[in-house]
């Protein structure tokens, strides 16, 4: 069954010992959220362990407690504790294999998510699809819990909700989202600082990849559909690495014809990573779930096995039947 904040929060108070994860390959959402609750059970007492399957991405690594993410495939465990005195907090995860990490399963399992098509695996559930951002939800538990907004918590609150909106420009963003916004602003952080620490730390392979990425651009039906491509090779021909692809799939919706984008990053021979973004009410979530992936409307990913060609081509054709 689907439950609240105030469901999430009772839970919370029932145990001291907390795992929080989030889904591999790590957004902004998904970091902002962990570090956020987790700096807010702190305030609690409450013993707190974070668990990712993949690093922090470089931009987000100087905010404030993320060095307290260990990068592990499997849970830990502490031994000396009695069953069922952990609970685990899982973000933005519509399965427990999202996470790539094993071991989560405890008696008590909070599910946080605003993806469509969770699977209510927890047991303390709470789906929002209204949310602009797994942020705002734990905004509303941290509230629920009655723990004021430190700077800390606010910091990671917006790093959770200016990523997922990419800069308060696609999602379900509502009066809700700028509410919460302006709470942040009022601890004493400065909005502007922080999307600087954000969106413009990165070093200049970075610039060279954007150059590389747009030049070897393809446009298809009519320019509303654009298709980047990169693999290690480029990275490593511009200086880069995969800390610096962060956000580049947003690139060709600066122009007024392209209504989607598909990044395909290649993984190995025969495996591609296919990350897109859309505009208004082009879904590429349909042809992310058409391939075994999730996400929203307007942001969504996969992973398709074939050849760079055959990838593409399936991309293309499944786009195709979204676009007006």
Same mark, same amino acid.
């Given at each position: 069954m689907n439950g609240s904040? $105030?469901?999430?929060?009772?839970?919370?108070?029932?145990?001291?010992?907390?795992?929080?994860?989030?889904?591999?390959?790590?957004?902004? *959402?998904?970091?902002g959220s962990q570090l956020a609750?987790?700096?807010?059970? *702190?305030? /609690?007492?409450?013993?707190?362990? /974070?668990?990712?399957?993949?690093?922090?991405?470089?931009?987000y690594r100087s905010f404030p407690g993320a060095d307290r993410i260990v990068v592990a495939p499997e849970a830990p465990h502490l031994p000396d504790l009695p069953v069922g005195a952990e609970a685990t907090i899982v973000m933005e995860c519509g399965d427990l294999a999202r996470s790539e990490v094993t071991g989560l399963e405890r008696p008590t399992v909070i599910n946080i998510d605003h993806h469509i098509g969770n699977t209510m695996f927890g047991s303390v559930n709470w789906f929002d699809g209204s949310a602009a951002s797994c942020a705002e939800m734990v905004a509303d538990v941290i509230d629920a819990l009655g723990v004021a907004w430190t700077q800390d918590i606010a910091a990671h609150l917006y790093l959770g909700i200016v990523t997922d909106t990419g800069g308060f420009r696609h999602g379900p963003i509502s009066a809700r989202t700028f509410h919460a916004s302006a709470r942040i602003a009022a601890t004493g952080v400065s909005p502007a600082l922080l999307s600087r620490e954000i969106f413009d730390s990165f070093g200049v392979g970075r610039i060279r990849l954007t150059g590389a990425l747009l030049n070897?651009?393809?446009?298809?039906?009519?320019?509303?559909?654009?298709? /980047?491509? @990169?693999? *290690?090779?480029?990275?490593?021909a511009c200086g880069a690495t995969s800390d610096d692809t962060d956000g580049l799939v947003n690139l060709p919706l600066g122009?007024?014809?392209? /209504?989607?984008?598909?990044?395909?990053?290649?993984?190995?021979? $025969?495996? @591609?990573?296919?990350?897109?973004?859309?505009?208004?009410?082009?879904?590429?979530?349909?042809?992310?779930?058409?391939?075994?992936?999730? =996400?929203?409307?307007?942001?969504?990913?996969?992973?398709?096995? =074939?050849?760079?060609?055959?990838?593409?081509?399936?991309?293309?054709?499944?786009?195709?039947?979204?676009?007006?």
């Open positions: 904040a $105030t469901d999430v929060a009772a839970a919370i108070r029932r145990h001291d010992v907390f795992l929080i994860t989030s889904h591999a390959r790590p957004d902004g *959402d998904a970091i609750m987790a700096f807010a059970l *702190d305030t /609690l007492g409450k013993r707190v362990r /974070l668990v990712n399957h993949d690093p922090v991405p470089g931009a070897s651009m393809e446009l298809h039906h009519n320019n509303r559909l654009a298709v /980047l491509y @990169y693999d *290690d090779e480029i990275l490593a122009a007024k014809d392209v /209504l989607a984008v598909a990044l395909v990053r290649k993984q190995t021979d $025969t495996q @591609y990573r296919v990350s897109m973004r859309s505009k208004g009410s082009v879904s590429v979530r349909d042809v992310a779930v058409a391939h075994g992936g999730g =996400g929203h409307t307007n942001a969504a990913a996969c992973s398709i096995a =074939g050849s760079r060609m055959s990838v593409t081509s399936a991309i293309v054709a499944a786009i195709a039947i979204a676009l007006p």
